[in-house]
């Protein structure tokens, strides 16, 4: 069984594996994009309003993000170390520790965020009129915090396994069901009630928790070591301390980045139609994300190899991996960034409310012209993470988010009067800086050495 799982893992073809490991996740992310996507066009018909409340909406679900990121990326580090090294008993202790962790970080992150909503919003500039939906919309999807949690982990140690197909089948599934909670509980078909924008809050916390039942049979059920029975459930204040040590950096990397994400939503909402930008910002988001997705593929895929091939005793290996990660995620994010550009306005019109089409459509062309470099970011990002080695990274973001996107959004966009598209150039030439500064991480390889 376990050699079974590492022979997978060393095929000579690195392309061939690579490309096995992403295609699976890039459909799965796809999907779940699509998903955003759909949802976004079903609040579309409610207005700007509910539009804001959703990028709201998505801020507070980033703190949420850096929590377990923290967490789920010590679980892929380690499953996928032991991995490599064949070591099936503390596969199983991983897994289970990391469950119990996230258990009591999913307590403590929704009471805290539960009290903390509307000074959030405040911050983010909701004011009495817009306050009460957006409240409604944020403090329901907390709800589902516990199902989030639970889910990144049971991801990350498939991932880690090297199985990234077990993650698309449940997201595929969430996906679907909360599509059709969508249609049903927005607009209120059949016998359902017309919740509106707290309808699609719901539907996302019962899709969610859907997901997180099918995570737990799944575990029990495959044929690699990560079965939830076959060991203690007693706390390991060893082992937590082995996945934070890992996963302190990243959270606070993902929550350094919500809080600049935050800082930058506030910026635009001080402009000139500041709401109708703000609007425009979710909507890019979730259209670029189609680019996003196969981004995320590769790091998930070069993190998986990556940590493997140190389990394995072979850095040379993961090396390869983890460029021939950054080849194939180029050529595909390129191309979807080519299309952004081309195909801005048409997918503008579709998706944003009257008022923020015209500033989501510049916002699509202008990022189109990072996508490769946004390749190269997030997955020698994930390479690195599956080494173990996540403080660098941080620093990484920490200076081109904080020391180049914030200042050069204030400067282009309310300094020099370019407005929205002068913070659309902020975002593109932060995240080209970015990449080159991954890069140059990477090529160093301190990451060589790093032990988990």
């Known amino acids: 069984m376990m050699e079974d799982g590492a022979r997978k893992a060393a095929p000579e073809n690195l392309e061939r594996i690579v490309w096995a490991l992403a295609w699976p996740t890039i459909i799965a992310n796809v999907l779940q994009n699509a998903a955003g996507l759909i949802d976004l066009y079903f609040v579309r018909g409610l207005g700007v309003g509910a539009q804001q409340a959703v990028t709201w909406g998505e801020q507070i679900i980033g703190v949420v993000f850096a929590v377990s990121i923290g967490v789920s990326v010590g679980t892929t580090a380690l499953v996928a170390r032991f991995v490599g ?43 009495r009129r817009s306050m009460p939906a957006g409240l409604d919309y944020c403090r329901t999807l907390l709800w589902g915090v516990g199902f989030f949690f639970i889910n990144a982990v049971a991801a990350g140690a498939f991932r880690g396994a090297g199985d990234t197909r077990t993650p698309v089948y449940v997201f595929g599934t969430m996906n679907v069901i909360n599509i059709l909670l ?28 859907a997901a997180t039942l099918l995570f737990l049979w799944m575990l029990n059920r495959t044929d690699l070591p990560l079965h939830l029975r076959r060991g203690s459930w007693r706390p390991r204040w060893d082992w937590w301390w082995r996945l934070l040590r890992i996963g302190i950096p990243a959270s606070m990397q993902a929550g350094l980045r919500t809080l600049a994400s935050a800082t930058f939503v506030g910026v635009l909402g001080s402009m000139e139609n500041g709401a109708s930008v703000v ?69 503008a019109a579709k998706l944003a409310a009257t008022d923020a089409a015209p500033y989501a459509a510049s916002y699509l062309r202008i990022n189109a012209f990072c996508e490769p470099l946004l390749a190269v970011a997030m997955t020698l990002g ?12 941080m620093f990484v973001m920490i200076l081109t988010m904080w020391g180049v996107r914030l200042p050069a959004t204030w400067y282009l966009g309310l300094r020099l009067g370019y407005g929205a598209d002068g913070a659309w150039w902020a975002m593109s030439g932060s995240t080209m800086v970015q990449g080159l500064m991954m890069a140059f991480v990477w090529r160093r390889g301190a990451w060589r050495h790093k032990k988990v």
């Open 85 to 127: 090294a064949r070591d099936e008993k503390s596969i199983g202790i991983a897994v289970r520790q990391s469950i119990l962790l996230m258990i009591g970080l999913a307590i403590v992150t929704t009471v805290a965020l539960l009290y903390a909503a509307p000074s959030i919003l405040t911050a983010l500039g909701a004011d």
């Open 182 to 209: 969508d249609a049903v509980l927005i607009w209120g078909w059949g016998p359902f009630p017309k919740w509106g924008i707290h309808g699609a809050a719901v539907a996302a916390v019962i899709s969610r928790g």
């Open 382 to 393: 994930g390479a690195l993470q599956g080494a173990g080695e996540t403080i660098k990274p």
């Open 279 to 347: 609007a425009a910002l979710a909507v890019g988001l979730r259209a670029e994300g189609l680019a996003f997705m196969p981004g995320m593929a590769f790091n998930i895929a070069a993190s998986a190899l990556v940590g493997q091939s140190l389990g394995m005793g072979d850095p040379e290996r993961a090396k390869r991996a983890a460029w021939t990660a950054v080849r194939q995620s180029m050529i595909i994010m390129s191309i979807m960034g080519a299309l952004f550009y081309v195909f801005a306005d048409p997918l």
